[in-house]
């Protein structure tokens, strides 16, 4: 990661915070005004389409990850009609994935008088809303695909201006449609369509201006795929993983579902909220070193490789830890202030949330590292991960409940993304020995718990807010806290780990140059 490539990951994290914050705000109101005005009803028709299209949209396969592993190479040797074909390929592939997610929708929507029986809205309202939505996936598929090639070469930044900016004004005026206009749903899914052909448009006249020479086309695609065979097979391999990935993030509401009720399936959503919101911060901030990494492992040897993951890992661990850390301090108080205390969990499913967090947010290092060297080829390891994620949460949920439901998921985590992974990054990417990975971490959590323990001491000696009685407070205490809790961790890892204190200068020495 030389320095352009650490100035363009500056550009893109700083970017994606502005417009995380903004967005942030928008979506707040506009989910405050959206119950407001039509009722919970609507909001919960348009979360069940929403997740049928993800549904769908397992089709994709895993080819937008295969196709942007496979850029990194020429784009790191500016080789342009070796780009041009590999994108000329993802267009043709893409192309008949859109035909399968069309068929696909066709046969959902003729189940949607039995699926949406118990709504009480007109089934124009659900066909309405699937088919807006399902046209933003489809202009991916057939019209904006090409945008690949700015993710891969870290001029993501430039995406997210782009289309964040069509999303927020598009947020806006359909918050004052819905609060101001007669029939606002109407007006809601109209603004909705017209953003969508918005951002295809600019984002068409983006890549046309940075890449005049990209020329790629779906037919050529299908002339070319058997030159690049790679991309199928990746392709294949990647396939395992997202269902995994999907058996990971969706099962669990339905298992919770079934041995509770809907009430602990809300409380569990409530605490799902704060931890995905706190996960898009993370990847705001981290996401856009994937493409960076890409292009290290294309152009670097493996003693610098090492270098950067190790820096990497340091750096992620610090605000990782920091994170769970407030989660656990500060998601009682705020769940209290927010809904009330009746939808408090207890401390021991909390505590097994965060921890099933802080893998969630850890393995992003070790993942970068091995979709930048196209390691996809342990298909067995989402599988049994999968099965063990199901399996175990129906047992432990029979015997104790949503702590047992959460159990099933942290075990499985702990030993596919816990253990194995980094080992296979390790035999099959570095190819170097593992020992170096363990006594970083081992370095790393020690660091962890003498931070915990002297926050947790200091707080109780000397902090006397109570974060549950006003806003106000708990802003402060958790700034205090929170604040407290990093300057700790980054001082500790600074003196045990090399990786910080080199992390820490690269990224003084960035943006001084900026």
């Known amino acids: 990661m030389n320095g352009s490539r650490t100035q363009k990951s500056i550009q893109n994290v ?35 389409i929403v997740n049928l299209l993800q549904f769908l949209n397992l089709a ?55 699926i949406f029986a118990k709504t009480g809205l007109p089934l124009w309202y659900t066909y309405s809303t699937f ?14 695909y090409r945008q ?48 969508v052909i918005s951002m295809t448009t600019a984002v068409n006249r983006l890549i046309k ?55 602990m399936v809300a409380i569990y959503g409530n605490y799902m909220l704060i931890i995905m919101g706190i996960i898009a911060l993370l990847a705001a901030i981290f996401n856009s070193i994937s ?11 493996k003693k610098h490789i090492l270098k950067v993951f190790e820096e990497l890992f340091c750096s992620r661990f610090l605000f990782t830890g920091t994170a769970c850390y407030c989660t656990y301090k500060l998601a009682p108080a705020f769940i209290t202030l927010w809904v009330g205390s009746e939808y408090l969990l207890d401390n021991l ?59 099933g998921v942290l075990i499985s985590l702990l030993l ?25 971490y081992i370095k790393s959590i020690l660091a962890l718990l003498i931070t915990t323990g002297l926050a947790v001491y200091i707080s109780s000696r000397f902090i006397s807010i109570d974060p549950a009685s006003s806003y106000a407070n708990f802003i402060l205490y958790a700034a205090l806290t929170g604040g407290i809790f990093f300057i700790l961790l980054f001082a500790l890892l600074y003196l045990f780990n090399k990786g910080t204190r080199d992390f820490t200068k690269r990224i003084i020495r960035s943006c001084t140059y900026i």
């Open 60 to 114: 994709e396969l895993g080819i937008g990850a295969a196709i942007s592993y496979t850029l990194y190479e020429p784009l790191a040797n500016n080789n342009k009609n070796k780009i041009n074909e590999i994108v000329s390929i993802q267009g043709y592939m893409y192309r008949r994935i859109a035909g399968f997610v069309i068929g696909g929708a066709f046969i959902l929507m003729c189940f949607f008088p039995l």
């Open 209 to 263: 201006r940075e890449y005049p020479w990209l020329s790629a086309r779906a037919k050529t695609g299908k002339e070319l795929k058997g030159k690049y065979t790679g991309i199928i097979q990746k392709t294949k391999q990647l396939f395992f993983h997202k269902v995994g990935s999907y058996v990971l993030t969706q099962t669990s509401p339905v298992v919770i579902y079934a041995y509770t009720t809907l009430t």
């Open 148 to 195: 690949i090639v700015l993710t891969a070469d870290q001029k993501e930044y430039k995406i997210t201006i782009y289309v964040k900016s069509i999303t927020i004004i598009k947020s806006a005026l359909q918050i004052l449609a819905i609060a101001y206009l007669p029939e606002g749903y109407i007006w809601w899914l109209c603004l909705e369509f017209i953003a």
């Open 349 to 407: 499913s909390l505590a097994i949330m965060v921890a099933i967090m802080y893998i969630n947010l850890i393995r992003t290092v070790v993942d970068s590292f091995i979709n930048a060297y196209g390691l996809f080829q342990d298909i067995w390891a989402p599988v049994v991960e999968a099965l063990l994620n199901i399996g175990l949460s129906i047992l432990l949920g029979y015997w104790w409940g949503i702590s047992g439901i959460l159990c």
């Open 416 to 440: 596919i993304v816990f253990t194995w992974k980094p080992v296979f990054l390790f035999r099959k990417g570095f190819q170097a020995s593992i020992r170096s990975y363990i006594y970083l």
């Open 131 to 144: 088919i807006v939505l399902l046209s933003g996936s489809l202009a991916g598929y057939y019209f904006n």
């Open 14 to 48: 700083r970017i994606a915070l502005v417009y995380y914050f903004i967005n942030l705000i928008i979506n707040f109101l506009s989910r405050k005004v959206f119950i407001e005005y039509l009722g919970t009803e609507i909001l919960g028709l348009n979360t069940t």
């Open 291 to 301: 493409a960076g990494v890409g292009n290290l492992v294309a152009s670097s040897n």
